[in-house]
């Protein structure tokens, strides 16, 4: 723990609206280099933990530490090497294009002698070095968010909190936006990010926290929460030909084996097993498969990703 | 210095879009021609009807008044005027609300720039272009005083005592622009126009130093008093200019009575706004700053009307403080009402609070709650004008128990404001505010016109008992009872009684409500204590 200290601590935060509670004693510590996906339904609280952690809103009670620094009382410290992105990016109209990453530039302390050559390289990163002098207000949504997301790189933060960073985009601005976070992965920064399109976090998350109600309902990596939860795996079975006439003897099969739990039938060339055991189990359940005469064209195991997660805490309400 | 502005972020936003090359061209020849116009104005007038009807040339007039390069000074200066107080205004209050409208504040929030940079930021980049102009402006009249006998020092001393103006002013509308509610809705600007025009003169009008130096007009009555000095000029002098400079009795450099009067305002707007760029949420200045503020307010009415209060030794017919002394009534009221806005908290805010000040003694959860009610910040205020109006009753002789009376009548109508807006706040009706003005308004106007008006059907005479829970009618009788006039013989310790009971109702409902929300948070327990029942 001491080699790899959390670069974000939150400790029983709490943050309250006019008559809401967003956030209710939520704890979190997240270690440098862990991209923590915070998931959650709209109006979870998501976007009200991120913005207690930039230091925009006062949480009611709480701290939060960035880096060792506490929030609070060591505020420019902490928020030094942290930058935020939020689901809508506000921007000035009037200002040229580089005029904005060069000011948010000068409030990180970036030395004006490098300014220029750092704005040139992200517009350069986020493919609009064409737009360098053009007005914002001429940008498009897309183009506005690479602009943000350039903004937010650009001064080489350890800490990045980005909220609902792809919303609104359409597909193809979506996919270069993945592209772009997938690239600010690469290096060791502690990324927190907030999503409710689950798919968008798969990419890149190795931990997760499910936001319910303001509460944390469950967080670690997915390997954690999967023990956590007792979740099991599936086994995706696809046949060359209808499996009809082998169905009788497969669920005896299912019924006799341990580590198979139940048979769904997706199609009469398709069905799927759960499954909990390792990779040694699984192959013996495809040679018996085979054995019983069964052409199979495709056999996978697949994990429950951070959808399946989500979707069975759903189900089971925990609030 | 060139550093620091280079290095700030919302300088560099506001700057740049202000200063664009073209728009400041734009603006410097505007300003090229109204300074021609003026110049024009000044030196090509051909004829001017004199007071005695005759129609003169260029020389006469300028023998008989003021030599051109004085009245094109004088007419710069107005110019000057309008470019710091009115667009400076504007611009300053637009800035700060497109701030809050498109929601970049939330980055410069997030930001690692101290707050207290990014707020001389905002503002020297929000009003750079009208400094700008404004210096623009002043060189030119250092040219043309060294062509002519214009003295550079009252010059300059009025430029001083305007930028001083100008900045109260851009502040107090930074201010404005950032604290209203960022949803779109109508410009205000007009506001500003009203504001700055309009109640103007109502000051002066007023004639005291407070009034006189915290606006621009002593600005403008320094620069005439200087040119008065050097010509014989028939024209309306300004009255009692003296005593526009008297604080405690002392006649001071009128520079430096300004400067002593708008330099701890300019301090406590810039407070109020490092607290609102730094949070939407939170009043605009703490409760120690609300009474340094009130204690400072106090210090400088008393500074400004101290030589009419002395003169109640000597002159106790003519009563010359008798506006003085109305004048201080109202200003408390206004004060105490602003003050408990300032010091009543929200229910967030209150929670807040109790949440920060919750402490186990002896294993059992206890709320430390004594500064978070706004009871002991009333008594505060209760405290310090007492010692401002014993004062003032001292000067004017008044009789101890006459002066309790007054006193005690005029804080009840703060006590019951305070009380009334603290139970708004903390209950179910904290987004009905038109309810509590319509309670105010009932209360305090309406009840005793229709009382005020039944009795002089009836013909009667003498105190009307629902007049007196009302501001608009009891402060008069207060400042009867501190000169001793006559009319206040009909007042009686059962009217303040009456007075008194109005104002604990609220009182006691918010103390009730606050009993309850304090019961709710003691029942949700301790953060550690959840988390323990989450982890179990």
């Known amino acids: 723990m001491q080699n790899n200290p959390p670069m974000i601590e939150v400790n029983s935060l709490r943050i309250d609206y006019d008559n809401v509670t967003a956030v209710d004693h939520l704890s979190l510590s997240i270690p440098k280099g862990q991209i ?36 609070e009382s060591q505020r420019e410290k902490a928020l030094m090497g942290l930058c935020y992105m939020p689901d809508f990016p506000p921007v000035y109209e009037n200002l040229r294009v580089w005029e904005y990453l060069d000011i948010f530039a000068a409030a990180y302390k970036i030395p004006f002698k490098d300014r220029i050559f750092k704005v040139r390289l992200w517009l350069d990163k986020v493919q609009l070095t ?8 001429e940008l498009s949504r897309g183009m506005r968010q690479r602009l943000v997301l350039a903004k937010t790189l650009l001064p080489d933060p350890k800490v990045l909190l980005l909220d609902e960073p792809a919303s609104g985009l359409d597909p193809l601005a979506r996919s270069q936006m993945r592209g772009l976070l997938l690239e600010a992965t690469e290096e060791e920064r502690t990324i927190l990010i907030s999503s409710h399109i689950l798919t968008e976090l798969r990419d890149f998350c190795n931990a997760i926290g499910v936001l319910e109600k303001g509460r944390l309902v469950v967080s670690g990596t997915l390997a954690e929460i999967r023990e956590k939860l007792q979740m099991k795996k599936k086994i995706h079975v696809i046949t060359a030909e209808s499996f009809h006439q082998f169905k009788f003897g497969i669920r005896e099969y299912v019924q006799g084996n341990p580590h198979l739990h139940n048979m769904d039938e997706i199609n009469s060339n398709k069905f799927i097993l759960t499954f909990s055991g390792n990779d040694k189990d699984a192959s013996a359940i495809l040679n018996s498969l085979v054995e019983q005469g069964l052409n199979i064209s495709n056999f996978h195991v697949k994990e429950d990703d951070i959808e399946d997660i989500f979707f069975q805490i759903g189900a089971k309400k925990v609030s | 210095m060139l550093s620091f502005f280079s290095n700030n972020a919302l300088f560099l936003v506001h700057s740049r879009e202000r200063m664009r090359s073209t728009e400041m061209f734009a603006r410097i020849l505007i300003g090229l021609f109204v300074i021609g116009i003026i110049f024009a104005n000044a030196y090509f007038k051909e004829h001017y009807q004199l007071d005695d009807g005759y129609f003169r040339g260029v020389s006469d007039y300028q023998k008989v008044y003021v030599p051109w390069p004085f009245k094109m000074v004088s007419d710069l200066a107005v110019f000057q005027g309008f470019i710091l107080l009115l667009f400076g205004s504007v611009s300053a209050y637009r800035r700060g609300r497109l701030e809050r409208t498109a929601g970049t504040l939330d980055f410069h929030r997030a930001s690692p720039t101290a707050y207290w940079q990014q707020v001389i930021g905002l503002f020297c980049g929000a009003t750079s272009m009208e400094w700008v102009l404004f210096f623009f402006v002043f060189l030119f009249q250092v040219v043309v005083a060294f062509f002519s006998p214009v003295i550079l020092l009252p010059m300059i001393m009025f430029h001083l005592t305007l930028a001083l103006a100008g900045l109260i002013y851009q502040l107090l509308f930074l201010m404005i622009g950032l604290s209203l509610n960022p949803r779109p809705q109508k410009s205000k600007d007009f506001i500003i126009l009203l504001f700055v025009f309009i109640s103007v003169p109502l000051f002066y009008n007023i004639s005291r130093p407070l009034t006189h130096h915290v606006t621009w007009i002593a600005a403008y009555a320094d620069l005439k008093h200087s040119f008065d000095l050097l010509f014989d000029i028939n024209s309306r002098p300004i009255h009692d200019y003296d005593t526009l400079n008297m604080f405690f009795g002392v006649n001071l450099p009128s520079f430096v009575l300004s400067f002593g009067m708008k330099f701890p305002l300019i301090v406590f707007i810039y407070h109020a706004l490092t607290r609102r760029i730094a949070r939407d949420d939170k009043p605009l200045l703490s409760r120690a700053m609300t009474v340094m503020l009130v204690i400072i307010l106090l210090v400088l009415f008393l500074g400004s009307s101290f030589h009419y209060f002395l003169s109640a030794q000597t002159d106790n017919i003519q009563k010359p403080y008798r506006i003085d002394v109305s004048l201080f009534l109202y200003f408390v009221f206004i004060l105490g009402i602003g003050y408990s806005y300032l010091v009543t908290p929200t229910l967030l805010s209150y929670k807040k609070e109790l949440k920060r000040s919750l402490v186990v003694q002896d294993g059992v959860i206890v709320m430390n709650t004594k500064y978070c009610c706004n009871s002991l910040w009333m008594i505060c205020f209760s405290v310090i004008t007492a010692v401002f109006y014993y004062v003032i009753a001292y000067f004017l002789q008044t009789p101890l128990p006459v002066c309790c009376m007054g006193l005690f009548l005029l804080l009840s109508y703060v006590w019951f404001f305070s009380g009334l807006l603290e139970f708004f706040n903390l209950s179910y009706f904290r987004h009905k505010t038109i309810l509590l003005y319509s309670i105010v308004l009932v209360l305090w106007v309406l009840l005793p016109i229709l009382e005020m008006v039944t009795a002089q059907f009836m013909r009667a005479r003498g105190v009307y008992p629902t007049a007196i829970i009302s501001p608009v009618y009891g402060i008069s009788y207060v400042g009867d009872g501190l000169m001793m006039n006559e009319r206040f013989r009909d007042f009686s310790w059962y009217f303040l009684i009456i007075a008194w009971g109005v104002a604990i109702i609220p009182n006691v409902l918010s103390f009730l409500k606050r ?13 550690a204590e959840c988390d323990m029942q989450q982890e179990g």
């Not at chain 1, 009200?48 to 701290?63: C, D, H, M, V």
């Not at chain 1, 064409?130 to 207000?137: C, E």
């Open chain 1, 36 to 71: 923590f996906g915070l998931v959650g339904p709209n109006g979870a609280g998501k976007t009200s933990t991120i913005k207690a952690l930039a230091g925009i809103i006062e949480p009611t009670s709480g701290n939060v530490k960035i880096a060792g620094y506490d929030l």
């Open chain 1, 130 to 137: 064409d737009k360098f002098d053009s007005l914002i207000k």
């Open chain 2, 515 to 527: 009993q309850q929300i304090v019961r709710d948070l003691r029942n949700e327990g301790f953060p």
